[in-house]
């Protein structure tokens, strides 16, 4: 292709771009495609073009888009942490500027900041316009050559007799940020603590002429910069950056694997650095379909109406904890009732099983294999008889796909939009209404959405940050809450930070009270109702509870034979009886929505729950029992009131017997896992008939509750032969997937 020579004076940006910097270029081969990238520096002073040009250039993503309008399969970046940038990046890169550390023997140094040129339109993830070749530029004297994309971005490099100069590797990137944005993939903090330390310091720009996107952080640093280094003059420091580009990407229809290669290039780049959270690697897999179901529930939640569907909240769900634990996962802020590991044990779980955990209700986990891939295929329907392929279509072109071979970390990108779809239509949709929709979850979502209209915002920081933190902002709560239990911080207690975490400490305890009380139906924080509210609902926030309300809807969707066009029916089935149950009482005239309590016998009003292991998340196990036992109770009740639909009548008609089984078992487990518990209580130093006399009194005890909260007598439960269950403190043999054989 012919290309007009350009004469460009240095320090000219080219006619089609607006920004431009040098460097020193590379090229990175393999057989997955090349990198062009760009190695230069930014100095902290900023005192050139150049400097300022890259200031403004390598801002986190937070700065330049609204994050929440973002798809979380769009998310880049892991969650900046201030509290790390402003206690530990920043006294680096300035030790030795104060009068106490002047003496420092210490050297410094950074590795450089690693970013990726992707495309960007009116801050949503876009495509580039393709790409042409460019030669005979002329800049600084010399000629240069390399790729462009439209008027989006221009890689160059200097040439010799028509080549790149091997010898003197000046290289040139020019781009229009309106269009193209330079992502941080490596380095952001790093970033963060140069930006920070300019705005507060320089005379030359202050985080007032940010934006208000940027400004809003000017809270976590502008007071303490100012504080301790504000007689300081700014460190004659350069920080190395190095700017990447994937020429093989940025053809039109490229744009979203050019993004997914950028969040892969994240991810492997992170794995030998400190690793990302674990709410963040699921937020950034493209390799794990358990992580990537996992989120697809995430932008499910955020579009309910357009799918019209009755969903939690999204400020419900905590997907911003730099603390997730993956082995017991729970929401840290009191206004979550759950959060993205939760959802991806659910996933897990729900999906991969493995298939004896799914089909037998008496299989208890002893150790997580991460399920089977045929479980997986089963429950997507992937396997039709004794079909060998899945047949699906991609940009209208129709694939197969060999269903042996799918696993959660092997399958081909083209059918990851099928996968997901059907994920979402089969199960995810369901168990997201269930999350939502059955009590007690059901009377958190409505406290949050009252909760969150009625907090009106004062015109001012403190304010702002605290609602962000509990409702809105990724990583805000989680950053001020090391800020304040950070004691070397405590001299700043008028910052706006500090002021905003009372707000949120203030508000967190309204949110509970208010919540707690409205479930009790009384605000007498002493009564046995507001002892039983308390216990429901911090059960309900723990990953048991919610991993078996889904896995008691699938156990029963197996019993009742339940197709894929009728689940979404037997899903609002599934949480009408549970609510129906919920708001009735039992015999004693105790409210049932209070069933998930401890059944304490010092109170006149308590639960029904008799287990005392802790609720870790294999003893979901014990609740979906309980569960199905609900839903039976409720089924029969409702079909003696008349008020069960044709269709359900029609179902529990054919499946009654089923039905009863299940429950039955469901019962004998119950009973048996409860007496197993108490004896395990003795450590194994009583005598047999101590031990009798103490079976024999949690069956009276069992006997009394279930007459109570059922109406049904268990006592021929209590000579029939014992109902074997495998579980964490058996020695039974098992196979490979942690099941006895």
């Given at each position: 292709?012919?290309?007009?020579?350009?004469?460009?004076?240095?320090?000219?940006?080219?006619?089609?771009?607006?920004?431009?910097?040098?460097?020193?270029?590379?090229?990175?081969?393999?057989?997955?495609?090349?990198?062009?990238?760009?190695?230069?520096?930014?100095?902290?002073?900023?005192?050139?073009?150049?400097?300022?040009?890259?200031?403004?250039?390598?801002?986190?993503?937070?700065?330049?888009?609204?994050?929440?309008?973002?798809?979380?399969?769009?998310?880049?970046?892991?969650?900046?942490?201030?509290?790390?940038?402003?206690?530990?990046?920043?006294?680096?890169?300035?030790?030795?500027?104060?009068?106490?550390?002047?003496?420092?023997?210490?050297?410094?140094?950074?590795?450089?900041?690693?970013?990726?040129?992707?495309?960007?339109?009116?801050?949503?993830?876009?495509?580039?316009?393709?790409?042409?070749?460019?030669?005979?530029?002329?800049?600084?004297?010399?000629?240069?050559?390399?790729?462009?994309?439209?008027?989006?971005?221009?890689?160059?490099?200097?040439?010799?007799?028509?080549?790149?100069?091997?010898?003197?590797?000046?290289?040139?990137?020019?781009?229009?940020?309106?269009?193209?944005?330079?992502?941080?993939?490596?380095?952001?903090?790093?970033?963060?603590?140069?930006?920070?330390?300019?705005?507060?310091?320089?005379?030359?720009?202050?985080?007032?002429?940010?934006?208000?996107?940027?400004?809003?952080?000017?809270?976590?640093?502008?007071?303490?910069?100012?504080?301790?280094?504000?007689?300081?003059?700014?460190?004659?420091?350069?920080?190395?950056?190095?700017?990447?580009?994937?020429?093989?990407?940025?053809?039109?229809?490229?744009?979203?694997?050019?993004?997914?290669?950028?969040?892969?290039?994240?991810?492997?780049?992170?794995?030998?650095?400190?690793?990302?959270?674990?709410?963040?690697?699921?937020?950034?897999?493209?390799?794990?379909?358990?992580?990537?179901?996992?989120?697809?529930?995430?932008?499910?939640?955020?579009?309910?109406?357009?799918?019209?569907?009755?969903?939690?909240?999204?400020?419900?769900?905590?997907?911003?904890?730099?603390?997730?634990?993956?082995?017991?996962?729970?929401?840290?802020?009191?206004?979550?009732?759950?959060?993205?590991?939760?959802?991806?044990?659910?996933?897990?779980?729900?999906?991969?099983?493995?298939?004896?955990?799914?089909?037998?209700?008496?299989?208890?986990?002893?150790?997580?294999?991460?399920?089977?891939?045929?479980?997986?295929?089963?429950?997507?329907?992937?396997?039709?008889?004794?079909?060998?392929?899945?047949?699906?279509?991609?940009?209208?072109?129709?694939?197969?796909?060999?269903?042996?071979?799918?696993?959660?970390?092997?399958?081909?990108?083209?059918?990851?939009?099928?996968?997901?779809?059907?994920?979402?239509?089969?199960?995810?949709?369901?168990?997201?209404?269930?999350?939502?929709?059955?009590?007690?979850?059901?009377?958190?979502?409505?406290?949050?959405?009252?909760?969150?209209?009625?907090?009106?915002?004062?015109?001012?920081?403190?304010?702002?940050?605290?609602?962000?933190?509990?409702?809105?902002?990724?990583?805000?709560?989680?950053?001020?809450?090391?800020?304040?239990?950070?004691?070397?911080?405590?001299?700043?207690?008028?910052?706006?930070?500090?002021?905003?975490?009372?707000?949120?400490?203030?508000?967190?305890?309204?949110?509970?009270?208010?919540?707690?009380?409205?479930?009790?139906?009384?605000?007498?924080?002493?009564?046995?109702?507001?002892?039983?509210?308390?216990?429901?609902?911090?059960?309900?926030?723990?990953?048991?509870?919610?991993?078996?309300?889904?896995?008691?809807?699938?156990?029963?969707?197996?019993?009742?034979?339940?197709?894929?066009?009728?689940?979404?029916?037997?899903?609002?089935?599934?949480?009408?009886?549970?609510?129906?149950?919920?708001?009735?009482?039992?015999?004693?005239?105790?409210?049932r929505r209070f069933f998930w309590?401890?059944?304490?016998?010092?109170?006149?009003?308590?639960?029904?729950?008799?287990?005392?292991?802790?609720?870790?998340?294999?003893?979901?196990?014990?609740?979906?029992?309980?569960?199905?036992?609900i839903f039976a109770f409720q089924?029969?009740?409702?079909?003696?009131?008349?008020?069960?639909?044709?269709?359900?009548?029609?179902?529990?008609?054919?499946?009654?017997?089923?039905?009863?089984?299940?429950?039955?078992?469901?019962?004998?487990?119950?009973?048996n896992q409860v007496v197993k518990?108490?004896?395990?209580?003795?450590?194994?130093?009583?005598?047999?008939?101590?031990?009798?006399?103490?079976?024999?009194?949690?069956?009276?005890?069992?006997?009394?509750?279930?007459?109570?909260?059922?109406?049904?007598?268990?006592?021929?439960?209590?000579?029939?032969?014992?109902?074997?269950?495998?579980?964490?403190?058996?020695?039974?043999?098992?196979?490979?997937?942690?099941?006895?054989?």
């Open positions: 292709m012919e290309h007009k020579s350009n004469e460009f004076a240095f320090g000219t940006p080219t006619a089609h771009f607006e920004s431009f910097i040098y460097g020193s270029w590379g090229r990175f081969s393999s057989a997955n495609g090349e990198v062009l990238y760009l190695s230069t520096q930014v100095n902290l002073r900023g005192d050139s073009d150049h400097d300022r040009r890259l200031m403004d250039a390598v801002a986190p993503v937070r700065e330049s888009l609204d994050v929440r309008e973002l798809e979380f399969s769009e998310l880049l970046q892991r969650d900046l942490d201030d509290y790390r940038v402003l206690t530990g990046l920043i006294p680096y890169l300035m030790e030795g500027s104060t009068s106490e550390d002047k003496d420092s023997p210490n050297t410094r140094f950074f590795p450089p900041i690693l970013a990726i040129v992707l495309p960007f339109e009116n801050g949503k993830p876009a495509e580039f316009t393709g790409s042409v070749n460019v030669d005979n530029l002329e800049f600084l004297g010399n000629r240069f050559s390399g790729i462009r994309s439209g008027s989006d971005f221009q890689f160059t490099m200097m040439t010799s007799e028509g080549k790149p100069r091997r010898d003197l590797r000046v290289g040139r990137l020019d781009w229009n940020s309106a269009k193209t944005r330079l992502v941080i993939i490596d380095g952001q903090h790093r970033a963060m603590a140069l930006l920070a330390l300019y705005r507060s310091l320089s005379k030359k720009n202050t985080w007032s002429s940010v934006g208000a996107s940027a400004a809003r952080y000017k809270h976590f640093y502008d007071e303490m910069i100012k504080s301790r280094y504000g007689s300081s003059e700014l460190p004659n420091i350069e920080l190395p950056i190095t700017i990447c580009v994937l020429p093989d990407l940025l053809g039109a229809e490229q744009g979203e694997k050019l993004h997914k290669s950028a969040r892969r290039l994240f991810v492997d780049v992170n794995k030998e650095a400190k690793p990302p959270n674990e709410s963040r690697l699921v937020l950034l897999s493209e390799t794990n379909l358990k992580d990537i179901f996992a989120r697809t529930l995430l932008d499910e939640v955020r579009t309910p109406a357009e799918k019209g569907m009755s969903y939690m909240p999204l400020s419900a769900i905590e997907y911003d904890s730099p603390n997730a634990n993956a082995n017991n996962p729970q929401a840290q802020k009191a206004t979550c009732i759950t959060d993205v590991s939760i959802l991806q044990l659910i996933v897990t779980r729900l999906i991969w099983g493995p298939e004896v955990l799914l089909d037998d209700i008496s299989k208890i986990p002893q150790r997580d294999k991460g399920g089977a891939a045929s479980c997986m295929r089963r429950q997507l329907d992937l396997a039709f008889e004794d079909d060998k392929e899945f047949k699906y279509s991609h940009n209208g072109e129709q694939l197969t796909l060999e269903i042996s071979k799918l696993t959660h970390s092997r399958f081909p990108a083209t059918a990851l939009e099928t996968l997901t779809e059907r994920f979402i239509k089969l199960w995810g949709s369901h168990l997201l209404y269930i999350l939502a929709n059955a009590e007690p979850f059901k009377s958190f979502s409505e406290e949050l959405i009252v909760f969150d209209k009625s907090w009106e915002v004062l015109p001012d920081a403190p304010s702002e940050l605290a609602k962000e933190a509990l409702l809105d902002g990724v990583g805000t709560y989680f950053t001020l809450k090391k800020l304040m239990t950070d004691e070397q911080l405590s001299d700043f207690s008028g910052t706006d930070w500090t002021i905003a975490w009372k707000i949120v400490q203030a508000r967190e305890k309204e949110f509970r009270s208010k919540l707690r009380s409205n479930y009790a139906m009384t605000s007498d924080e002493d009564s046995d109702d507001y002892w039983c509210s308390t216990r429901v609902l911090d059960r309900a926030r723990t990953n048991a509870l919610q991993i078996a309300y889904v896995m008691a809807f699938d156990s029963l969707n197996k019993c009742f034979n339940i197709g894929e066009s009728d689940r979404g029916t037997f899903a609002t089935t599934y949480v009408e009886a549970i609510n129906n149950y919920m708001h009735s009482f039992n015999s004693s005239g105790t409210p309590a401890d059944a304490e016998t010092s109170r006149t009003r308590s639960g029904f729950i008799a287990l005392t292991q802790k609720t870790q998340k294999d003893s979901w196990v014990y609740f979906r029992w309980l569960l199905i036992q089924m029969r009740a409702n079909r003696s009131s008349g008020s069960l639909p044709e269709t359900v009548l029609r179902w529990f008609d054919t499946h009654e017997t089923g039905l009863e089984e299940l429950a039955g078992k469901a019962r004998q487990l119950y009973v518990e108490r004896l395990k209580a003795l450590h194994g130093k009583s005598t047999p008939e101590e031990e009798a006399k103490l079976t024999n009194s949690v069956h009276d005890d069992l006997g009394k509750l279930y007459l109570d909260w059922f109406e049904m007598d268990i006592t021929a439960i209590f000579t029939s032969p014992t109902l074997s269950t495998f579980g964490e403190d058996d020695d039974t043999e098992t196979n490979d997937d942690g099941f006895e054989d």
